[in-house]
């Protein structure tokens, strides 16, 4: 089944009631506005981006931000990234979040060499500032005409086409209802085929590694140990080393899981399963204090 995650902004709820709702709709992920404009422009900072950062996080969702762009120059797209990135930080995303560019507004230039020009100076923006994980978001028309596709920095495309049975365009996300009812409230759904908005960022490759230790994006001090892992119990296997994040399964008793790293978060020590492609699953496999583990689930080899 394809991952599907929700847009929001001002007009949706920031409480963990909301969110909470969306989970049990199985939703994954949620792409939450942070700013529109420019400092000196329209300096439009969401009111509710903090708390929709906060209570998506904390139900397990993946969140990632969005900046609707208003740039008519160059100059001006490199200000609103400076923007979006500063205010982003604030909110709680971090350099590996996955960011996206909303290009719809109506002041926009109707050149499409230079609208492209200018959102491709807002990603070298963001990459100049330390932000890793781009996406273009629009409607299926812009991106054929009001946009040169093949020429953007980002090809990670999240398209909007309402009432059709797909984007029109080969794409990373499509938006295909603005209607979705959750907690009593519209709101934007998409569909994550590449998993980028919904899964989380790879992890980086060129992360700060002193000999077999390491601290991941999260903060967690992790210990490189090629060993195997057999469960005595059925654990849920996930997308995160914290108990809020995403379910991947829930492993059977005398599941065999071969791992390449672990750590100790949140009273609990995990392990981390290579998935393929930069990817990674996390299992709790005991529990632990002080950085000792008092208990464990299975047998390791």
């Known amino acids: 089944m394809v991952a599907k995650f929700i847009d929001v902004a001002s007009y949706q709820p920031a409480t963990l009631e909301y969110f909470k709702a969306a989970r049990a709709q199985e939703i994954k992920g949620v792409v939450v506005k942070i700013t529109e404009g420019s400092a000196n422009g329209t300096n439009y900072v969401n009111p509710q981006a903090n708390k929709q950062v906060k209570n998506a996080q904390a139900v397990g969702l993946i969140v990632s931000g969005y900046h609707f762009f208003r740039a008519i120059s160059v100059k001006d797209a490199q200000e609103e990234a400076q923007f979006f990135a500063r205010e982003a930080k604030k909110k709680g995303l971090k350099t590996s979040s996955m960011l996206a560019i909303d290009v719809e507004a109506d002041n926009l230039t ?98 700060a590694q002193v000999k077999n230790k390491w601290v991941d994006d999260l903060g967690v001090t992790w210990y490189h140990e090629k060993r195997t892992f057999t469960s005595d119990s059925a654990i849920v296997l996930r997308w995160g080393a914290k108990t ?37 699953g996390y299992l709790a496999t005991g529990e632990s204090s002080g950085k000792k583990r008092f208990s464990s689930w299975g047998r390791f080899s």
């Not at 991106?143 to 398209?159: A, D, G, I």
């Not at 059709?164 to 998409?190: E, F, L, M, P, R």
Request: with cysteine; charged share 20%; aromatic share 14%.
């Open 110 to 207: 109707k050149n499409p060499g230079t609208l492209t020009t200018q959102v491709n100076a807002f990603f070298a923006e963001l990459k100049k500032l330390g932000f890793k994980n781009f996406s273009v978001y629009s409607n299926t028309f812009w991106m054929k005409k009001r946009l040169l596709k093949n020429s953007l920095n980002s090809q990670t495309f999240w398209l909007a086409s309402f009432g059709t049975k797909n984007a029109g365009i080969s794409c990373a996300a499509w938006q295909y209802s603005s209607t979705q009812i959750i907690a009593a409230v519209k709101t934007d759904i998409s569909v994550d085929y590449s998993g980028k908005f919904t899964r989380g960022p790879k992890v980086d490759k060129n992360q």
């Open 244 to 280: 809020s994040a995403t379910k991947i399964a829930v492993l059977p008793v005398g599941s065999i899981v071969k791992y390449d790293a672990f750590a100790h978060c949140d009273g609990y020590v995990w392990i981390r399963q290579p998935r393929g492609k930069g990817q990674y």
